[in-house]
């Protein structure tokens, strides 16, 4: 073969390379409707953990609302980090958990498994609802329960929940993830370190707690945290986060519709969870940087 004749295999291939990265990379046409709205983080410096000031409070609202010392005994804050400073990076976070209307979505793209379980499959989770209790979340037949299409998913796993954030980036374009502890609390919590996103002392009426009722999710929307303008962040439901705290657990945050007191709704509260666990309590929002 000629020098010329190299040099065009070499042109030829190239353009077919371009036009078949065009073709995988494209995003996929994706109604705005299903795409989870985000709010802005702008970079910048935070507070991030707690101190024995902040923990102390929350051990004794949970003593003042349960009438026991629980959460102290197994020192339940103790595992925050100390509180520190530190900062990052702007980015992108769900206004709200993602919700029902948003996930049916990615079940009907992908024929992933929807969030429905047999009562035998609860029951192996050992946890401490029986399955009559969760009736009201259940999927039936890929489909959310009526009525509760603006309601957070929940009965999702860790691993539920990245395989929704790796077809969101398929469909936008976007390098969509879930948010690790540290970008979760900060667009929570917002930048000045108070217990709550509203300030240091719990008031039930900024959330969705066991406090105020109704004992169940809500319309995502209603309860606005902190100075980035996102919703939802304390009470509702727990977050799975990216963090993982030893194999096959990640951290959750947030506190759920099911807390009273509430020490574990505060933005520097934290605990593990199995990945594969699918819960009443638990959700999740998602992330992106530009």
Request: hydrophobic share 35%; glycine share 10%.
């Amino acid at each position: 073969m000629r020098v010329g004749d190299n040099i065009a295999s070499i042109g030829k291939i190239s353009a077919f390379a371009m036009l078949f990265a065009l073709c995988v990379t494209k995003p996929v046409q994706a109604d705005d409707d299903v795409i989870p709205p985000v709010v802005e983080v702008p970079a910048g410096w935070f507070w991030q953990g707690s101190d024995a000031v902040e923990r102390q409070y929350a051990y004794q609202i949970d003593e003042q609302v349960y009438g026991h010392d629980l959460s102290r005994r197994n020192r339940w804050y103790d595992i925050e980090g100390d509180k520190w400073r530190l900062h990052l990076l702007g980015f992108k976070i769900g206004k709200t958990p993602v919700t029902n209307e948003q996930y049916a979505a990615f079940i009907k793209d992908t024929g992933h498994l929807a969030p429905e379980m047999t009562k035998d499959e609860w029951n192996r989770q050992g946890l401490i609802y029986n399955y009559d209790t969760i009736q009201p979340f259940l999927w039936s037949n890929g489909t959310y329960p009526k009525g509760r299409g603006n309601h957070p998913v929940v009965l999702v796993s860790w691993q539920d929940a990245e395989a929704y954030v790796r077809w969101l980036s398929q469909k936008t374009g976007k390098e969509w993830s879930l948010p690790d502890e540290l970008h979760w609390e900060k667009a929570v919590r917002g930048s000045e370190g108070t217990f709550y996103p509203w300030g240091n002392i719990f008031e039930p009426d900024q959330l969705n707690s066991g406090d105020r009722g109704p004992f169940d999710t809500t319309p995502v929307g209603q309860f606005e945290a902190g100075p980035f303008g996102l919703y939802d962040g304390a009470g509702q439901v727990f977050e799975w986060t990216a963090t993982s705290a030893q194999a096959g657990y990640r951290i959750v945050k947030g506190g759920s519709w099911d807390d009273r007191g509430c020490g574990v709704c505060r933005p520097a509260a934290r605990h593990a969870r199995p990945e594969h666990l699918k819960h009443i309590l638990i959700g999740f929002r998602v992330m992106y940087r530009d």
